[in-house]
């Protein structure tokens, strides 16, 4: 593993007052190794996203437990590139991992 991009766009629900996400986390971007893991539509607020990604990540045993995100990269040379695009529609939101 070379690369770890997560791609969020988050929603406001001004009427019931929550926040939501979905993400796009790419492993190996541009590199023959790459692949995509979607984390749909749900609740979360702030870096939300990230602690999921991490989640998803060491369900699939790509990434050690007891460790963070940011520190698993740093002690093994990975790039980590996280972005999240805010106040989006809801269809935005599920159409990203549609």
């Known amino acids: 593993m070379k690369t770890i991009d997560i791609d969020a766009k ?3 629900d001004k ?3 929550n926040s939501y996400f979905s993400a ?3 492993i190996d971007y541009s ?3 790459q692949r995509t893991i979607k984390i749909p539509f749900q609740y979360g607020y702030g870096s939300q996203y990230e602690q999921k990604a991490k989640e998803v990540m060491q369900k ?3 990434i050690p437990a007891n460790i963070s995100l940011w520190e698993h990269c740093q002690n093994n040379g990975i790039v980590l590139r996280s972005h999240n695009q805010q ?3 809801k269809r935005e939101l599920k159409a990203l991992t549609a």
């Open 10 to 12: 988050t929603w406001f």
């Open 15 to 17: 009427v019931n007052g």
């Open 24 to 26: 796009l986390v790419t």
């Open 31 to 33: 590199l023959p190794t």
């Open 60 to 62: 699939m045993e790509l």
């Open 87 to 89: 106040n989006c529609l």
